[in-house]
């Protein structure tokens, strides 16, 4: 999966737990972990961003210095880690292949007016059961896939290489 093109991400049709994910993009490009983290995990919960940005910046943490790679980043990974249960990892119950997510029916309108409305229905748009599946199982694939980059910047990164032993056991215990 990381060896695939992004595709282009309608961020503003995107939610986060605290409104749409417009700011995204920057707080990526500002390398801005600590706030990305929250926007893509609140207490246990994934969003329709996690995966999107876990894709993003699985991608460039390959080609990354291991060095280079900050705690806040690891612990970005490890609180997505942390919210996924083997409950969350079938792959039948989720909207495949993942570009899939951004199909309109799974997006929100570009209008924000109506979000109070979006979020008062039963199952607001792209929460129903198998695309809210997906945030999960696709994080936990792309972390899969990560796992030798991981595993490297163990090696080369004394800060972070408690936390990323930390990750790694629990994606091994996710891969059981």
Avoid: C
């Avoid at 737990?17 to 920057?26: F, K, L, T, V």
């Amino acid at each position: 999966m990381l060896d695939q093109q992004i595709p282009d991400i309608p961020w503003q049709q995107l939610t986060t737990p605290y409104g749409r994910g417009a700011a995204i993009p920057q707080l990526i490009e500002e390398e801005h972990y600590r706030q990305l983290a929250e926007l893509i995990e609140h207490q246990g919960t994934l969003w329709q961003v996690t995966p999107w940005v876990m894709l993003i910046l699985l991608k460039k943490l390959g080609s990354q210095d291991k060095e280079d790679v900050s705690l806040q980043e690891i612990e970005l990974y490890l609180a997505v880690a942390q919210a996924i249960t083997v409950d969350y990892l079938k792959p039948t119950q989720t909207v495949q292949p993942m570009q899939k997510l951004l199909d309109r029916n799974y997006l929100w309108t570009e209008n924000e007016e109506d979000d109070d409305q979006e979020w008062e229905r039963e199952t607001p748009t792209g929460y129903e059961q198998t695309a809210f599946l997906s945030y999960y199982y696709f994080s936990y694939l792309l972390l899969q896939e990560a796992i030798p980059s991981l595993t490297a910047i163990t090696v080369h990164n004394n800060e972070a290489a408690d936390r990323l032993a930390e990750l790694l056991r629990l994606l091994e215990h996710l891969n059981k």
